[in-house]
C-alpha cells in the first residue's frame, strides 16, 4: 500500500529516524578494548531516566518479560509470598509468570478498567504482621486496558505499614512516557522494554534495582541463569557483558536517551499527556466510553476505547489495518472484540496523532459505528490548537500588495489583441 502505515498499538512504537540510523552499524567486536565506552556510559545514563541516583541498570538482551523475570528471581525464593493487584491482562501475565516460578501468589482483583486496588493492597500489608509477604508487584501503567495506577500510594501502603516488601513496578508501557520517579517512590524493582517510551524496537529487558533489591541477591533461591543479576553486575563492572549484547540496540539506546534527556524528561511527561488528552476528548465527541473507569486512571500512552454493543471491535481493527493502513491495539483476553486501543507514546505529534483518529473515525463508521465524520478529529483539533505553546515573535517578510483589480475579460481580451496589431 502506498504512503507509510501508521503504527499506534501500544508497542512496539515509532522508531525516530535519528535512532534508526544510530542503529545502522557494522557490527562490532563485544570484547574489544573500545565497547566500554559505548555500554558503560549506556548504563549510567539510563539510571536518568528511571529516576534514580542509587540503583543499578541492567539491559538484558530480552523484552519486557525477561525483565519481570529477572527482578523476581534475583530476589525471591521458591514458595515465597507476593502480593499482586490483577486488572487486565499484563498483570494478569506477571502474576502466571510468579506462579509458575514457584512463588505463592496473593492475588488482589480488581474490575478491568480500575486502578491497582490501593486499599486493599493497604489492608493486605497491615495484616500480615509476621511479614510473610517478600515482594508486591505493582502494574503502573495496564497496557491492556489504558489504566494508570498510583505507584506512590503503593510506597505509602507498605511505609505505613512499617512492611519490608520489595516494591516491584511494571513500566513497561509508563517509564519514559509518564512521570516514574523509582527514588522518589522507593521502587526496589522497576521493569520496561524497548519498544515503547524508549522508542527502539523490541529486544532489551530494562531492570533497575535498588541496593536493597540487590542485597538479596544472595539469599535468593530461585533458580536463574541468563537472566542472573550477579553475572551481569560482575560483567558490566569492567563494561562488558556476560554473553553477546545486541549493537544496534545498544547504540539505539544511546540515543533513545539522549533524545529524551535533550527534550528533558518532564517536557516528554507533557507531551504525552497533552496528547492523551486530546485523544480522550475525541473519544468524547464520538460518543463513546474508555474503557478506565475514573480519570485518575486515565493513561497518558494508550487510551482503550469500548465499542458499542454488536460491534465487534476487531472488525474496527481490520478495517483500519486493510484498508486505512493504519494499525490499532486489540482487545486483548476478557476485552477481545469489546474494545480497540491507540497507542500514543514515543516519538509523536498532534499531526500524525490526528492520522490516527482520523483513521479511527472512518474505521468505525465502516464497522457500523456512528460516530459523526470529523467529530473527533475537530475536538482534538481544536484541544491541541488551544494548548499549543505560544510562538516566539519573528520577522516576517512584508505581504505583497494587493493585486490591481482586474479588467474585465472582453476588454483584456480586445486589448490583447489590439497590441498584436
Ligand atoms: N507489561 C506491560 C504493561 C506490557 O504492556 C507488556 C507488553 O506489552 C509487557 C509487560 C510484556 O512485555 P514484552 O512484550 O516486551 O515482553
Not at 574489544?32 to 529516576?51: G, Q, R, W, Y
Not at 522508542?199 to 530494562?206: D, E, T
Not at 538479596?216 to 553486575?233: E, I, Q, S, V
Not at 472488525?315 to 490499532?328: F, H, K, M, P, S
Amino acid at each position: 500500500m502506498a504512503g507509510r502505515n501508521f503504527l499506534f498499538v501500544p508497542g512496539p512504537t515509532n522508531v525516530p529516524d535519528r535512532i534508526l540510523r544510530a542503529m545502522h552499524r557494522a557490527m562490532e567486536d563485544h570484547r574489544s578494548s573500545d565497547f566500554p565506552a559505548l555500554a558503560a556510559p549506556v548504563l549510567e545514563d539510563l539510571k536518568k531516566v528511571f529516576k534514580t541516583t542509587s540503583g543499578q541498570a541492567f539491559i538484558f538482551p530480552a523484552s519486557g518479560t525477561g525483565a519481570w523475570e529477572a527482578s523476581l528471581t534475583n530476589t525471591l525464593s521458591p514458595g515465597d509470598k507476593v502480593l499482586a493487584g490483577r486488572f487486565g491482562m499484563f498483570s494478569q501475565l506477571w502474576i502466571d509468570m510468579a506462579e509458575r516460578l514457584g512463588l505463592q501468589v496473593q492475588v488482589l482483583d480488581a474490575e478491568w478498567g480500575e486502578g491497582a486496588p490501593l486499599e486493599r493492597y493497604r489492608e493486605a500489608l497491615a495484616a500480615d504482621k509476621g511479614h510473610a509477604i517478600k515482594a508486591v508487584l505493582f502494574t503502573h501503567n495496564e497496557t491492556a486496558t489504558g489504566v494508570t495506577s498510583n505507584v506512590a500510594g503503593a510506597r505509602r501502603a507498605l511505609d505505613d505499614a512499617k512492611h519490608p516488601a520489595l516494591l516491584m513496578v511494571d513500566g513497561v508501557s509508563s517509564i519514559a512516557s509518564i512521570d516514574f520517579g523509582m527514588d522518589e517512590w522507593g521502587v526496589d524493582l522497576a521493569v520496561t522494554g524497548s519498544q515503547k517510551g524508549l522508542m527502539l524496537p523490541a529486544g532489551l529487558g530494562l531492570v533497575c534495582a535498588s541496593q536493597k533489591a540487590l542485597s538479596k541477591y544472595d539469599g535468593a533461591k530461585l533458580p536463574r541463569c541468563f537472566f542472573d543479576f550477579g553475572d551481569m553486575r560482575k560483567a558490566n563492572t569492567t563494561g562488558y557483558f556476560p554473553y553477546t549484547p545486541s549493537l544496534p540496540l545498544l547504540y539505539g539506546l544511546r540515543e533513545s536517551v539522549a533524545m529524551l534527556l535533550e527534550e528533558g524528561l518532564e517536557n516528554v511527561f507533557a507531551r504525552h499527556h497533552r496528547l492523551a488528552e486530546g485523544t480522550r476528548q475525541a473519544v468524547k465527541a464520538w460518543g463513546l466510553e474508555l474503557c478506565a473507569r475514573a480519570p485518575e486512571w486515565y493513561s497518558d500512552t494508550v487510551t482503550a476505547i469500548m465499542v458499542p454493543a454488536g460491534v465487534n471491535g476487531a472488525e474496527v481493527i481490520d478495517i483500519a489495518y486493510r484498508r486505512y493502513n493504519l494499525a490499532l491495539g486489540a482487545g486483548l483476553a476478557r476485552m477481545a472484540g469489546k474494545l480497540f486501543r491507540i497507542g500514543h507514546l514515543g516519538d509523536l505529534n498532534e499531526l500524525m496523532l490526528l492520522g490516527a483518529l482520523s483513521g479511527a473515525e472512518m474505521a468505525m463508521r465502516d464497522a457500523g459505528i456512528k460516530v459523526t465524520p470529523g467529530s473527533g478529529v475537530a475536538v482534538a483539533q481544536e484541544y491541541w490548537r488551544g494548548t499549543a505553546p505560544a510562538l516566539s515573535k519573528r520577522d516576517l517578510p512584508p505581504r505583497a500588495p494587493d493585486a490591481e483589480p482586474a479588467a474585465p475579460a472582453a476588454a483584456k481580451e480586445k486589448a490583447t489583441v489590439g497590441a498584436a496589431r
